[in-house]
């Protein structure tokens, strides 16, 4: 069982919008910044948002993060086929002191 | 172009040991954390390890005591030595860097660990 909760799956049609949630608690996202991760089939993980909302270099502008109190939240707007993933979000965890993520969501584009 | 490339992984015996290594290049590696992830197949993403810039290191509790990471940045190196291995420790194993409070922005292709009698 992860430390953060996700649920496990979520799906949308082209063009639509999706959210994927990520819930923790006061000793990690409550207090620390959280990151979300895509991991497309078969490759390794790729930071998608950093600090709860920023993109790196490269991300189209499609993916954006938030966060509020204990929860986050990963919103993909305009979906593509190409967005079918497993996501995962991430934070540092101030009392286990270790870093926990989510235990992932896999997206479907339908 | 910054790579991170593992190597080292395979099949061991349980109670076995194995060391796996990670090639930096493309970065200053001296002044970037680096970390461990593990993924067991059809599973989700288990941090096990970090070392900062000055050398300290952190662990979960599921390998405290039995793995160790280390670093030696004259080789633009990451090392992770598995002690006592176990049957749940089967995973694929990736490196990543973390710019400081910026998450794993590169990750390598990962290597895999098998550990099976």
């Known amino acids: 069982q992860s430390v953060l909760t996700q649920p496990p799956s979520a799906s949308g049609t082209p063009g639509q919008r999706v959210t994927i949630s990520c819930s923790g608690s006061?000793?990690?996202?409550?207090?620390?910044?959280v990151n979300w991760y895509q991991q497309l089939p078969g490759a390794a993980p790729k930071l998608l948002i950093y600090?709860?909302?920023q993109r790196p270099s490269g991300v189209p502008d499609r993916f954006s993060g938030s966060k509020s109190g204990t929860s986050a939240s990963l919103a993909i707007s305009g979906l593509q086929s190409e967005d079918e993933a497993d996501y995962y979000c991430a934070a540092w965890d101030g009392s286990l002191h270790v870093w926990v993520f989510g235990g992932g969501t896999k997206l479907t584009v339908l | 172009e910054v790579q991170l490339v593992e190597s080292g992984g395979g099949l061991v015996q349980p109670g076995g040991s194995l060391r796996l290594s990670c090639a930096a290049s493309g970065f200053s590696f001296s002044s970037y954390d680096m970390h461990w992830v593990r993924q067991a197949t059809g599973k989700g993403l288990e941090w096990i390890s970090a070392?900062?810039?000055?050398?300290?290191?952190y662990y979960p509790d599921s390998v405290r005591g039995r793995f160790t990471i280390s670093r030696e940045n004259a080789k633009n190196s990451l090392y992770l030595q598995m002690n006592s291995l176990r049957a749940e420790d089967t995973a694929v194993y990736y490196c990543a860097r973390e710019p400081h409070g910026e998450g794993f922005d590169y990750w390598g292709q990962g290597t895999l660990v098998t550990v099976s009698s």
């Open positions: 600090n709860n909302n």
């Open positions: 070392i900062g810039t000055s050398g300290n290191t």
């Open positions: 006061t000793f990690n996202v409550g207090i620390n910044t």
